[in-house]
C-alpha cells in the first residue's frame, strides 16, 4: 500500500537516546560505587600481602572512583 506525501503516514516516533537516560547513569554509578568497595578490598589485600603494584593500582582504583562519584554527585558529568 502506498501513501501520498503526508496522507495518512503513520507517525514517526523519536527513539530515546540511551546516553541522556536514567538508566545510564544508575549504571554507571552502581559500577563506581562497586569497582570503590572492590579498590578498597584490594588494597587491603595488598597491604597485608606487601604486594607494592596491587596497592598502587587499588589505590589509583580508589582515587579515581571517589573522583568520578564527587563528579556525578555535582553534576559535573552529563
Do not use: K
Amino acid at each position: 500500500m502506498r501513501y501520498e506525501a503526508s496522507e495518512g503516514v503513520p507517525p514517526v516516533q523519536e527513539m530515546q537516546i540511551y546516553s541522556q537516560s536514567s538508566g545510564l547513569h544508575f549504571m554507571l554509578n552502581f559500577t563506581v560505587a562497586l569497582a570503590l568497595i572492590i579498590g578498597f578490598a584490594l588494597l587491603w589485600l595488598g597491604r597485608r600481602g606487601r604486594v607494592l603494584w596491587l596497592q598502587v593500582w587499588s589505590a589509583g582504583l580508589v582515587l579515581f572512583s571517589v573522583a568520578y562519584l564527587v563528579a556525578a554527585a555535582f553534576g559535573w558529568i552529563r
